[in-house]
């Protein structure tokens, strides 16, 4: 039987699970709804369904396998404790949710580990993405949240309690928008799916006279990421201006980013990172604008240009599901 | 003969030398001032005074010494090139100088070795000082300009081109105060020394009718952080604002910087340090109402405490010169 590890990253909208063999092949895959954080769900009731669905999951490949152990990317997760701590987007966010305990009972016999989605997806970059020859990197989620893991000297930073890299909660703007964790100005109010649909209505709030534009056409329930990136595509100067914008406050960010562990490369993974060059081009633009002299390239001459050293690529893991090959890598391979 | 290294502290206003043996005692020292970085002065005339002055210590001690090395802590310090880069507080703010080659041509057969010298401080603290059973640490220099040193995993952080580590340089307020480095609203512009000044004048701007204080009887050129801080111990309201604005903004920055690396604990240090509870108790109040709860103390029963785990601690060097001993255990120690 083929030997499979059962790779799981819970998202704020979806949970994907996938089959994942020792080479990085997806052999599997399917998802269940993860439930909104006002659904007041139990953390036992949604795994209870992820479990279901893991298993019905081990029927779909056409050869058998067998399930050597479970890896878990999870929002706010604890690698030490195995726990899902105060996750501002899931429907736990003032609870300690035991998720290694509670995914345990059903695979009472298997290692059962998880991480931080983010670092999740940061180990699937190392392991099997564009990371592979890096020592320092640092991989950001634009999803539902910002989340990030970090590579330092070729190891996942953890810090002193397993909560390292939190960047998304990085203050940009002090007494900014209200985010999820409680606090306010935090970068994943203006850099995630949901920060972009804010910066929608506020570029919106600033042009009443001066553009038509397809963004006034839908309300703040409907409107999608994937709405304004079309709508900028068609060229919607609006729309157009919520990337610009975007862009603007993700590159000051990663432009932060680098003075603590200056990184080869700054690796952008998540739906939003799905909108490929609307956000990377003003967000580059931004990170070269605002990076220290430092850490910037030179010139022929040895004069210094205001652009950056560290690259700021794409994840090549975004269309190959990163952070549930990363969950499985920590089944299959040593802590990195 | 007692074998000794050189350690060199260069801050922005003095440069301080000491002869260190290998348990960290300094058996002599001295200091220069570093030219102003208006002053126009070359690197090499720099270098040859910094020498000469080693020169003269070395026949200080009361027993015969011999140096077996040299090790330099500096502003934008580059360990792996040996550089200092586009230093903004110095007057080569343009350059880059090759220092350890410049070092190296007075010590012509002793090793040379240049760090950053808040890595420097780091250094110190981890081998002599107050870090010596931590494993992730951060450590604050708070002098002229602000620096860092940044150790994860027992190493310090260097990143993939020797300058990792500038966490002066976090842009805290988006188009605010105009740095050296030709950028704004770094944090080095709000709690530093010169920050601090600024403060001052900033809350005299918004107090005109409201309050008497000794800071208003004293010029921009002349005001000093020893000034404010006497004027706060003797309960001048306005110096004590100045410290709770510097405090705030500090403790801010702080949470942030936990984000990245939860370290166990983060050290102040620097002339800016000395001023002891007057700033850290602004400071730890910022950092604990601004931290994220993943990163916050449990009470008996479990809940959540707007308290960091990160314990905020003065330098355990502050008054043992702990730059100049971390700059002489880069030859005594492995690298860190």
Redesign the interface.
């Known amino acids: 039987m083929k030997k499979v590890v059962l790779g799981v990253d819970v998202g704020g909208t979806n949970t994907k699970l996938g089959l994942v063999d020792n080479a990085g092949n997806i052999l599997a895959e399917n998802s269940i709804l993860t439930p909104a954080n006002t659904s007041g769900v139990s953390a036992a009731d949604y795994v209870k369904q992820l479990c279901e669905a893991a298993f019905v999951l081990q029927h779909q490949p056409s050869e058998a396998v067998e399930v050597i152990g479970v890896g878990i990317g999870a929002p ?1 997760a604890n690698y030490n404790k195995g726990t899902v ?2 996750a501002a987007n899931l429907p736990w966010q003032h609870e ?1 949710v035991p998720l290694t305990e509670l995914v345990q009972a059903y695979f009472p016999n298997l290692p059962v580990k998880v991480t931080n989605d983010a670092n999740a997806a940061a180990i699937g970059e190392k392991v099997y993405g564009g990371a592979k020859n890096m ?2 990197f640092v991989s950001i989620t634009l999803g539902t949240g910002v989340g990030s893991g ?1 590579v ?2 070729g ?1 996942l ?11 998304g ?6 007494h900014g928008r209200s985010c999820g ?3 306010a100005g935090c970068l994943e109010t203006y850099t995630s799916a949901t920060g972009l649909k804010q910066t929608a209505f506020e570029v919106m709030s600033h042009h009443y006279f001066s553009e038509k534009s397809l963004l006034k056409a839908i309300s703040f329930n409907e409107i999608t990421p994937k709405y304004i990136a079309d709508a900028a595509q068609q060229g919607d100067k609006l729309a157009l201006e919520v990337f610009e914008k975007t862009g603007e406050m993700l590159g ?1 960010a990663l ?3 680098v ?6 490369a700054i690796f952008l993974y998540g739906g939003l990172a799905n909108s490929g060059d609307l956000l990377l081009t003003p967000t580059r633009r931004s990170m070269d604008k ?1 990076m ?4 910037c390239k030179r010139n022929a001459s ?1 004069q ?1 240009v205001q652009e950056a ?2 690259q700021l690529l794409l994840s090549h893991l975004c269309n190959k599901n990163g952070a549930v090959l990363g969950a499985a890598a920590l089944v299959w391979h040593e802590k990195i």
Do not use: Q
């Open positions: 706010n701590e105060f300690v020592s320092d970090i330092v000297g190891k930073v953890y810090g002193c309690d397993g909560f390292a890299g939190e960047l909660h990085i203050v940009m703007i002090p964790c409680g606090r000051l432009a932060n980013i003075t603590f562990s200056s990184p080869e605002h220290l002299k430092n850490y040895g210094i050293n560290t």
